[in-house]
């Protein structure tokens, strides 16, 4: 059992994993996920249970319970009762993901059949124009704005947050707030076509300091 | 002996509930999406709004009718048709109801995450 | 009737229901002949299915792998998805309700027989469409969902993508055929007393997924209709760079997808319903939460579709419109559940090897419903959604919920529809290994997709921890793969060298078990009265009813397949249906349809116009045979009943037939006008450069003419009732709607722009090309009656042939109204656009 939960505890680390969060909506839905995958277990053990108890029970007697009071609350209450504080927590952490209020940095997102173009730009007109590489700063606001080029795309950061597809047409607007620096993976979620699986780019997540020298210098070097 | 209409209308009362649900989840989809489109409501609203407002009248309206089928429904128990026995009129007596109350539930549950975001977010 | 009188009676019953051997096998229509076709049929797919799911397996076992490139890949997933939801799973359960229903119900056969023989040949047809593109290597290798532009023609120019639109397309005719059929014979064709809450809970499960059918693949076949059009003739409907939009097609696409995880999923709790009152040796628990929970599932399952497009950028509010849509229809699952077990809880259970394979469904399916509840909950989903947590999500759904069911069925009803006798320790081995590694396999995937990896990538590089989990789930699948060999090992040895069964091994007590064992083409020999839900249960007649010829229609004198025919709420008996016999036209009629898609595929349009005009012509020539040529009085039905024949009743099957078949077609065309008003509302690129111009004239024509069209039905009906001839209202029937459709296609052809120009103008095309299709057929219908009546096929008593036909002009009036209103009102209304 101990083995076990090492195994899991340590499968569940990764530069692309959901469940080592290094972002604000990532730490929020891996917390949730856990959560969710304790009921999980807990339903299943019940409903489990109860099957092997009512098929294999020893006593011939029926059971005490009223039919009505098995369906009442198993088929009604129990299921409401959960659904509901689920979705109320749901409306709130999700409502907490959306790009409200200024960001502090702002990226265009071009999906490309297979690579990704990102596009930083500052208020002196100075624009840079990486592929499959992404320099983002910790703590702050940054909002992508996604937009494809050919066919839908999905922008996804699994250590940052949730995903967003790039449609033909317009442009969606995902919110991620770093808060662990270092190197991650990002790829697209949303098949692509042929080379759908090589779709990846790489992630690095700077002090605010440092990301600021790293665009200095690149909107210097930039051609 | 025109029996086809007859029962056809027999299957649409015990889908009642459900049918004004359809049509209470058609017109909040439907009535939130154009809203949104052609008002523009700033996140900072909050929740006073034309489009939430528009939103609960909606589901309002729908609650209500549902209401007063209900009301109907406890007034007027179904009654049997010619040859059909009495626990099949109860049969459909009790789904009448039941889909009803179902579909209040279901209703109101779709509809109540209108009053915790502000609509045009995101 | 003596003993060797009831032999004789058997005889000649057997002869007159036979199929005929030989090639007249092409010909059959009995329903237990064309169910086990469809049963077999289903079953070699799975099998093609599953070996593809070996490939994939295969190939994901280690990083990096070289063992298929990424065309194969694409190509194998694809066929993968799209094997098992189209060509496995829903045929199944047609199948399996076309083979059962007339059992469960008391009745001889479905109400249009030949109709389901039809259904079957598309599905063979379309189905080898599919597979000899897959051995040709051009295999449809967009993702089974086909999304836009992916699958357009600009980004995938090849045959693939066609092949799936074509072929699907053409299985789905096989699934409204189906649908059309099921409610039809569920509504009207049951045995004497079994009115709607004596109907077995199969019955109620078929009935609602039928009208699930009816209202959830017309949505799919619009967007396959709309996409093959975009695809061969550059209309741009998904294209957004001219006023299209790719979200559409996912819309009408999960607008099907969604409640066609319900229609797999009710049927098989179809059969958990039937199984376990008899082995908790008792009535269900419950009944009737059971049915409010199965109509509850069919209308919320439509209000899911979103959760699908979580991702996609629409604000947060709409998604949790569906978000708390999708939580709540756990509610009537979670009935259904609780139902059951308050069942085991009331009765004394008996385990056996359906009950162990129904132990493996709770087991998996519940964990598959729960993922599900927390793939509902939007910021779960904005992670979760296109990775392996979904894949593994939706094995435990299907496969739980769809394929345990069924392997419990089979060990059920298989004494049944075989006559050889159950055994036990093969199947308990099959089941553990199907189990364990089913598991092995899917279980631990949940974690794959939550520590980063997507779906449909055909490889992927070492280091970031998906290895183990992987190879894992490879090995766990080859597990899987040997269990199910092991299960069809043990079917064909007991197929083969099974012992025979007892009558009603389990001791059940609903009316199938009541048959011999296989069931004879007929049935029943005598149809029962029934006075509860479990006759064998508490009726000591029925035996008697059926065995010794003292239930309704007992012999053959009259020389006709007959069954009964029953008021849909009350369950007595109105009329007697007559069956058609064994015919050829249902292949020929799908063979000319097949020309026309085969045609299609290959752009040889000419082709396509042949085939379709032939396929026109051959039903016609099907519509001929129905009906009697003269007046007859009511029948003698046994047990001192007389009753009329169904061509002389106001609502026989055939006006319920088209009915069902006008609320698709209704769905069908609403569809129509969500795309339609959608584009308006939401596409990017709008507005076009021109709105529909001047056309008032034409327009106004268009509808006048339907609405004579209607009212020549209208009046052809009339006075044929009164007794004089129909010719006059047929006349200007037959006029009218030839005016109708010539206006309307006049419009199409001067007043819309060139449909390639921009959405606006192709969707407008194809609204009024789908009116001008139906103001031609109304007209072809006044012809064809106006024959009918020359031939004496009608007569006050016999008005069938007018009444339906009236209903589909009723049915035109009405939508070219309402879309010529929409057509030329809505640019001056909202002229500018969204």
Known sequence: MALLVILTASACQGPVSALDPAGQGAADIAWITWVMIAGTLFFMALMTGLWLHAVYRRSDRPLKLSNTTVLVGGGLVLPLVVITLLLVYGIRSGHSMLPIGAPDLEIRVTAYQWFWEFEYSDDQGRSLTLVDELHLPLGQRIDFHIDTADVIHSFWIPALGGKMDAIPGRTNTLRLVPTRAGQFGGQCAEFCGARHAHMHFAVTVHEPEDFQRWLDTAFEDAP | ?122 | MTPAQLKQQRQEMARLYATPPGWGRLAAVNHSVIGLRFIVLSLVFFIIGGLLSMLIRAQLAIPGNQFLDHAAYNQIFTMHGTVMMFLFAIPLIEGLALYFIPKFLGARDLCFPRLSAFGFWCYLFGGSILLVAMFAGVAPDSGWFMYTPLSSGQYSPGINSDVWLIGITFVEVSAIAFAIELVATVLKVRSGGMSLNRMPLWGWYILITALMMVVGFPPLILGSVLLEIERAFSWPFFDAALGGDPLLWQHLFWLFGHPEVYIIFLPAAAAVSMMIPTFARRPIVGYHWIVAAIIATGFISFGLWVHHMFTVGIPHLALLFFSAASMFVAIPTAIQFFAWLATLWQGKPVPSLPMLYLFGFLFIFVCGGLTGVMLALVPFNWQAHDTYFVVAHLHYVLIGGFVFPLLAAAHYWLPLMSGKAASESMGKWAFWLIFIGFNATFLHMHLTGLVGMPRRIYTYPEGLGWEWLNLASSIGGFILTIGFAAFFLDLIVRLRAGGDSPRNPWAAGTLEWSLDHPPAPYNFTALPELTSREPLWDQDDVDDQIRKGEGYLPDTRRGWQETLGVHPVTGKPDQILILPGPSYLPLITAALLGVFFVGFLFGLYWLSALGAIAALGAALRWAWCNGLTRDFDDQDAGRGLSLPLAPQVHDAPGWWGMVVGLVVNGTFYITLLFGYLYLWAVAPAWPPEQFVESGRLAAVLAGLASLACSGGFHLAVRSNAAGHSPLPGLGLALLTGLVASLALAWQIAHDVASPTSHAYAAVTSFLLGYLAVHAFLSAVMAGFAALRWRHGYVSARRSLDLRVPRLWAAYTAAVTLVGLGLVQGLPSLLGSGG
């Not at chain 2, 049509?23 to 999406?33: D, I, K, R």
């Not at chain 2, 996140?43 to 006073?48: D, H, I, K, Y």
């Not at chain 2, 406890?74 to 009448?96: C, F, G, I, Q, V």
Request: charged residues 15%.
């Open chain 2, 1 to 122: 002996m025109r029996p086809g209409p007859l029962s056809i209308a027999r299957l649409l009362r015990i889908c009642a509930g459900l049918l004004i649900w359809s049509s209470g989840f058609v017109m909040l989809y439907a009535g939130y999406s154009l809203g949104c489109q052609q008002i523009d409501v700033p996140v900072e609203a909050g929740l006073r709004n034309p489009v939430t407002a528009g939103l609960v009248i909606i589901a309002a309206l729908h609650v209500a009718a549902l209401i007063a089928l209900l009301l109907r429904r406890y007034r007027y128990p179904m009654t049997a048709m010619a040859d059909e026995n009495e626990r099949s009129r109860k049969l459909h007596h009790w789904l009448e109801g039941f889909v009803l109350w179902i579909s209040l539930a279901g209703l109101l549950f779709i509809a109540f995450p209108v009053l915790l975001v502000p609509p045009c977010a995101g």
